[in-house]
């Protein structure tokens, strides 16, 4: 079997480099009708690479929220990176330091997905850091670029289309599709039962980690549970 | 450049970069079994979850509505993904069909 490494990853990037151009195309565009530059919009994605984050804040700048709750509000809506990024250490036992810090700047609710798909197939971390940077790097390219194309875009005219409102929900949804079975349908439904429950109740973001934490957590234990039962009657047999 | 939102995109980049790469440097070394195994793979699945389900039926005076271009264009996107697995014609459709029931609702 041919090693698989950067290239493989860049490859398998296209789905999600292509699923970003409309949306970060719409992000570009929605920058400039919030009042930032060119930029100011292209340097955002470069250094932000967040989606639902960057449309929240964008909007906050319009509205004027000071510097401290887009902040925190940026902190409340990515703290979920660090379940994402916990997730992802699995794969890269043994990887440099430095190498894991180039990784976690492409840590994306997309590049999570694809590579905790992906990855599985790959049997040494080493060339499953490669994939994943291939990954990372196709999907960073293309929303930087397709982010100043907007923004180029909403400076040469004034774009209206209610369709942008949907494009990081459409993005999401898609994914979803991809990664929902049988076997994890209930902590989907749960958390999004949670979800609505706690949105509805407490101000702010704060809901988004605490019902993946909570659903999560509900889901393992009910798995950790069955698969310990299991172990206890092939033993009494 | 205002020096404004060069603070913000500053501001918002430590706290995100922060969240991304901690867990790679406190538990790089650690393996992990059980619950822990189980845990770390809902994740990604509660997480979808979470982003998508209360934007599709809370309306913005935080009340559940059923009857929305969020949640008719959501479970159009949803079908037409399941069929057609093709990430860019998926959310191109979305948007397109938000954009019409949107003028009808």
Known sequence: MIAKGFSYGLQKSISIGIGYAPVALTFGILSLQNGLTVWEAGLMSLFVFAGAAQFIAIQLIGQGATIWIIGLTTLVVNIRHILMSFSMIRFFSGISLGRLSLLAQGLTDESFVLNSKLLEDIRTPEERSRVALGVNVGAFLSWVIFTFVGAWLGNQMNITFSGFNFALLALFIVLTVGIVNRSNVFTYLFAGILAIILKMLIPGKVYLLLSVAIAATVGALIEYYRESKENLEIKHE | ?105
């Open chain 2, 1 to 105: 450049m205002s020096k404004e939102i060069v603070l913000i995109i500053l501001f918002m980049t430590v706290v995100t970069y922060g969240a991304r790469v901690i867990p790679f440097i406190l538990f790089r070394n650690i393996s992990l079994g059980g619950f822990w195994k189980s845990f770390i793979t809902l994740v990604p699945v509660a997480l979808l979850a979470a982003l998508v389900i209360p934007e599709l039926i809370i309306s913005p005076e935080n009340s559940i509505r059923l009857l929305n271009p969020f949640l008719v264009a959501g479970i159009c996107t949803f079908i037409f993904a399941r069929r057609v697995s093709n990430l860019f014609y998926s959310i191109l459709f979305g948007m397109i069909v938000f954009w019409g029931f949107d003028k009808i609702i």
